[in-house]
């Protein structure tokens, strides 16, 4: 997702998946890639929950966000999240 292929994130994710099974780690992941591709109903709060138990996850949920954010139109959002 950080290098602008949401679609091909979900297909690593998945072999990940299929390897590993379902993790914390990949959750996250997921939630990231949906999240910059601008599906925030679900995502947005999940990783808001991310940042209050894990705040060092913070520059990646923000990007992730803001990139999602920007897809919508909801530039006020992203600059806020990126000031």
Do not use: C, K
């Not at 099974?21 to 679900?42: H, I």
């Not at 992730?64 to 000031?83: C, S």
């Amino acid at each position: 997702w950080q290098a602008g292929d949401p679609a091909g994130a979900v297909r690593e994710l998945r072999a990940a998946q299929r390897r590993t099974g379902a993790t914390a780690d990949t959750a996250l992941e997921w939630a990231l890639a949906a999240a910059s591709a601008g599906e925030l109903g679900e995502t947005e709060p999940f990783l808001q929950q991310q940042l209050d138990a894990r705040p060092e996850l913070a520059p990646l949920v923000w990007e992730a966000l803001a990139l999602g954010y920007l897809r919508v139109y909801r530039t006020r959002d992203a600059m806020t999240g990126l000031n």
